[in-house]
Nanobody
Framework: VQLQASGGGLVQSGGSLRLSCAAS????????VGWFRQAPGKEREGVSC????????SYTDFAKDRFTISRGNAENTVYLQMNSLRPEDTAVYYC??????????????????WGQGTQVTVSS
């Protein structure tokens, strides 16, 4: 069971990035996938999550109007489209998975499998 996060980088304020979380060794049909972030000196916080087959989503307040989570079923991948990025969005972004198909919460404590992080840096 592996998750591979990618797509981070350096972007100017107001720009966009799309993060990818590719799963191998298991099918995301039966798992909820969440995106989380951790800025230096801060605790890891939830961003968004999406369930298995029915694709129900949940967002933390700061992400609701700017970020969109989606699934690429054929690719066994979950994406996080981030628009209107701000310097305060700078963090290492992680994806994680937990067995769940009906609903999800972007709470890092409930997720079992974690990918490595990808750095997102937003310059002002």
């Amino acid at each position: 069971v592996q998750l591979q996060a990618s797509g981070g980088g350096l972007v100017q304020s107001g720009g966009s990035l799309r993060l990818s979380c590719a799963a191998s060794g298991f099918s995301l049909d039966y798992y909820a996938v969440g995106w989380f972030r951790q800025a230096p000196g801060k605790e890891r916080e939830g961003v968004s999550c999406i369930t298995g087959r029915n694709g129900v989503t949940s967002y933390t307040d700061f992400a609701k109007d700017r970020f969109t989570i989606s699934r690429g079923n054929a690719e066994n991948t979950v994406y996080l489209q981030m628009n209107s990025l701000r310097p305060e969005d700078t963090a290492v972004y992680y994806c994680a998975a937990v067995a769940a198909t009906m609903f999800c919460v972007p709470d890092p404590s409930v997720y079992d499998y974690w990918g490595q992080g990808t750095q997102v840096t937003v310059s002002s």
